[in-house]
């Protein structure tokens, strides 16, 4: 996880947890495990910042399982998910 500081209150979370390329289906190859420490490495630096979360819907993956990742670890935190199509 790489936290970029981009302007007054305004911080940007790079998350890596990709594996490979989409498979021919267009499922994402998603490391569940990667995404679980960038989301926990993430958390922290939520709270102690004070900050809410904005993220992009992941498409292509297993929501379900991203979606339980994201109550799990970010529990308390204020986040918002933008679906776009």
């Known amino acids: 996880m790489q936290l970029v500081f981009v302007e007054s209150e305004r911080w940007v979370a790079n998350l890596v947890a990709q594996h490979g390329l989409p498979a021919e289906d267009g499922t994402r190859a998603i490391r569940f495990g990667a995404l679980e420490t960038c989301l926990d490495k993430l958390?922290?630096?939520?709270r102690?910042?004070?900050a809410g979360l904005h993220l992009a819907r992941l498409s292509g993956c297993d929501w379900a399982r991203v979606e339980n990742l994201l109550k799990k670890m970010l529990s308390g935190l204020d986040v918002f998910v933008y679906g776009l199509d």
Do not use: F, K, R, T
Request: glycine residues 28%; aromatic residues 0%.
């Open 48 to 50: 102690q910042l004070g």
């Open 43 to 46: 958390q922290g630096q939520a």
